[in-house]
C-alpha cells in the first residue's frame, strides 16, 4: 500500500492560454506544484493527468510522471476533477492508501502544508478527507443579489442587521489540494466525502488564478511571499 499524488492539467485552458505551462517568475507555473511533492517524501509516485504531449513532457522534465495521455472524454469543459482522478485510479490498477490531488496552478503550496494535511487524515481514523480551505471575506454575508424585479435583495437577509465582528467565519476551497482514500473517491465521486477535515491555510497561499489580472495579483503576492 502506498500514497499517489495526482497533478490534473489540461491543455485547453481558454481565459489564460497554456495556463497550466506558463512561465510563472522563471519556472513552469506547474512546476513549482510537481517540486513540492516530490520534496514532501510522502507519495511513491508524483503523476501529472494530461491530455496535452507538451504539457506532458513539461511535467516529466521536472520530475513527475506521465504514463498515459487522458481521454478526450474527461479532457473537455464538463469533464470534472473526480472523473479525471478516477481514470487513473482505474488505469493504474495500484492499490494506494491515499490519493492527494494537487492543483496545477498552487505556486503557494508548501512542503509543510502537504505534509500535516497528510499526518492529520493518516493519524486519526475519524477523517476521511483533507480539504483545503482559506477564510472568506465577512462582507460576502453582507452581499446583494438582483431578484426577478431587477431590485438589490440580501442574499443573506439573517444577517443585515448584524455587525461585521458579530458575522461567522466563511470558508471557500482554497484551490490547492485535497487527500482522500481512493475508494471513497470512487464510490461517490467526489474528491473529498465522508468526514471531511478541513485544513485552512491563509490569503498568502490561496490565490484564484482564473484571469490574467488574478496572474498578476499571484505573481506579486509570491514575491511577497
Same mark, same amino acid.
Given at each position: 500500500?502506498?500514497? @499517489?499524488?495526482?497533478? /490534473? ?6 481565459? =489564460?492560454?497554456?495556463? #497550466? $505551462?506558463?512561465?510563472?517568475?522563471? &519556472? ?74 494537487? @492543483?496545477?496552478?498552487? /505556486? ?6 502537504? =505534509?500535516?494535511?497528510? #499526518? $492529520?487524515?493518516?493519524?486519526?481514523? &475519524? ?97 511577497? &511571499?
Amino acid at each position: 500500500m502506498s500514497n @499517489l499524488c495526482i497533478i /490534473p492539467a489540461r491543455g485547453g485552458s481558454k481565459r =489564460i492560454p497554456r495556463k #497550466n $505551462i506558463k512561465d510563472f517568475l522563471g &519556472k513552469p507555473i506547474i512546476a513549482y506544484s510537481i517540486e513540492v511533492a516530490l520534496q514532501s517524501k510522502l507519495f511513491d509516485e508524483v503523476m501529472v493527468s494530461t491530455d496535452d504531449e507538451e504539457i506532458a513532457e513539461v511535467a516529466r522534465r521536472y520530475g513527475a510522471i506521465v504514463p498515459f495521455i487522458r481521454d478526450s472524454k474527461n479532457s473537455n469543459d464538463f469533464a470534472t476533477l473526480s472523473d479525471v482522478i478516477i481514470e487513473v485510479l482505474d488505469k493504474t490498477k495500484l492499490e494506494y492508501n491515499y490519493i492527494c490531488t494537487l @492543483l496545477a496552478t498552487a /505556486p503557494f503550496v508548501t512542503t509543510k502544508q502537504l =505534509i500535516e494535511g497528510y #499526518n $492529520i487524515v493518516n493519524n486519526n481514523k &475519524k477523517i476521511d478527507s483533507i480539504l483545503s480551505v482559506v477564510e472568506n471575506s465577512k462582507e460576502v454575508l453582507r452581499s446583494f443579489l438582483i431578484n426577478k424585479e431587477e431590485e438589490l435583495e440580501f442574499t443573506f437577509p439573517e444577517y443585515k442587521k448584524s455587525r461585521s465582528q458579530d458575522l461567522p467565519k466563511t470558508y471557500k476551497d482554497a484551490g490547492i489540494f485535497y487527500i482522500s482514500k481512493p475508494n471513497l473517491i470512487k464510490k461517490n465521486k467526489k474528491l473529498t466525502s465522508g468526514k471531511v477535515h478541513l485544513f485552512e491555510v491563509n490569503e498568502y497561499h490561496s490565490q484564484d488564478i482564473d484571469t490574467f489580472y488574478d496572474w498578476e495579483i499571484a505573481e506579486y503576492k509570491y514575491r511577497l &511571499k
